[in-house]
Structures are given as C-alpha cells and as structure tokens.
C-alpha cells in the first residue's frame, strides 16, 4: 500500500538554527511532492513544489530536496524563527492523479 | 478573496442525527475535496471532485456521502451520525491538474456525541 512517513516526534530546535524535516514515501511514483505548513486550528497551507526532476528548490528560508532513488524529501529551514513553530505536512498525489494523500506531519517547536 | 468558505465552523450531533457540510469556493477550481483529520492520523481523504458532475471515494468513505452541487460547492453529508466521526473536517479545492495546489477552508469542528 502506498504510505508517506514523517517523523511523528515534534522537534524541538533553538531560534537561528536550521530545521530539518524529513518525508519517506512508499508505492509512489511522484511526479510532483508538496510541503505544507498548518498552523494550530487552521486548514494547511501550501508552501512549496518540487517536480521529480529537480533536485532542489528554494523560497526565501526554505529549501526543499527531492531524491527519487531514496524516496525521500527533506526540508529545511534556515535561521529558524519563533514564527516558524507549526506543523509541517508533506503530500503526494496517488497514482491516480486526482488525490492528493498527506503525512501525518511533524511538529516543529523554535523556541527563543 | 474568499478562497475556500465551510460551513458551519462548529457543530455537535447526537449519535444518529443527520447535518451536511457546505463548502464553496470562488476560485474557479475544478477539483474539490473532504478530509478529516484525527489526533495521531494526519489528514486522510474522504471522498473528491475531480470536475464538476464526477465523485469518487477517498481513503475513508464509509458513513458520508458527498454532492458536488455545481463548480463551485461540494457538500458532505452525515446521514447518521456515530461517535467515531467525531473529528476536524476541511474541504480543500485545486485547478485539477497533474501536480495543482490545494487551498483549504478554516474546517469544521465535529463532536458526535
């Protein structure tokens, strides 16, 4: 069956410290992995795309890395910030194309 | 600016009661689409439009049913409500192609008791 594996530990980093998430996903063939954020009490909110031929991208503090082989994505924040304390969801679309199928998330905790 | 509007935003049922979740959206969106999510379980899919007059199932559809009334609102709807449905219930739209975006409303907040 197909599965997205996020760590189910909130992780707890110092603010100006860089954050790394990971997302391992099984019985995928993604042409397309989304990261979205969601804060406490609201719906997620998109944050990043990155298509299966590259490698990395990049908004502002936010990176993202796509590895096919390993079936895994990473996303980092750099010089983290209070603000930034959320859950992170990462998400593919099935095989089908038309459900988009999310992780449990991780919760992300920068404290001053 | 709307975006995604659900109504309502909090509800409590007792068991076997019936209510529909209403969700529009003013994006002009094709896709649309019910999720719960739990404690522990993530976000899982319950059912989705693909367009305007299609519907099919998600991971977790028993005891719903869904009407995509026209392009812009897809409701959901409990016909007889149990505890285990208790839980935060988003509707979510996209353009519906390979790879779209989601946008989600705010969620509506179930108790069955």
């Known amino acids: 069956s197909q599965k997205i594996e996020q760590n189910s530990e909130a992780l707890n980093i110092q603010e100006g410290k860089t954050a790394t998430l990971t997302c391992n996903y099984t019985n995928y063939s993604p042409a397309y992995l989304q990261w979205y954020r969601q804060d406490p009490g609201r719906g997620p909110v998109f944050l990043l795309l990155i298509r299966e031929n590259e490698k990395e991208k990049r908004k502002e503090r936010l990176k993202v890395t796509f590895d096919t082989t390993l079936k895994q994505s990473l996303f980092h924040i750099t010089a983290s910030q209070p603000a930034d304390s959320a859950t992170y969801l990462c998400a593919l679309y099935s095989n089908s194309g038309y459900a988009l199928n999310f992780g449990k998330g991780t919760s992300l905790l920068v404290t001053p | ?113």
């Open chain 2, 1 to 113: 600016n709307a975006g995604v509007t659900q109504t309502p935003k909090f509800q409590v049922l007792k068991t076997g009661q019936s209510m529909t979740l209403q969700c529009a959206q003013d994006m002009n969106h094709n896709s649309m689409y019910w999720y719960r999510q739990d404690p522990g379980m993530g976000l899982r899919l319950i059912y989705y439009s693909a367009s305007e007059g299609t519907t099919d199932k998600g991971e977790v559809p028993n005891g719903y049913n869904v009407s995509r009334l026209n392009k812009r609102e897809f409701s959901l709807r409990l016909e007889s409500a149990a505890p285990s449905q208790t839980s935060v219930y988003f509707c979510a739209s996209s353009g519906g192609r390979p790879g779209d975006i989601q946008y989600f409303g705010a969620g509506t907040r179930l108790s069955v008791l």
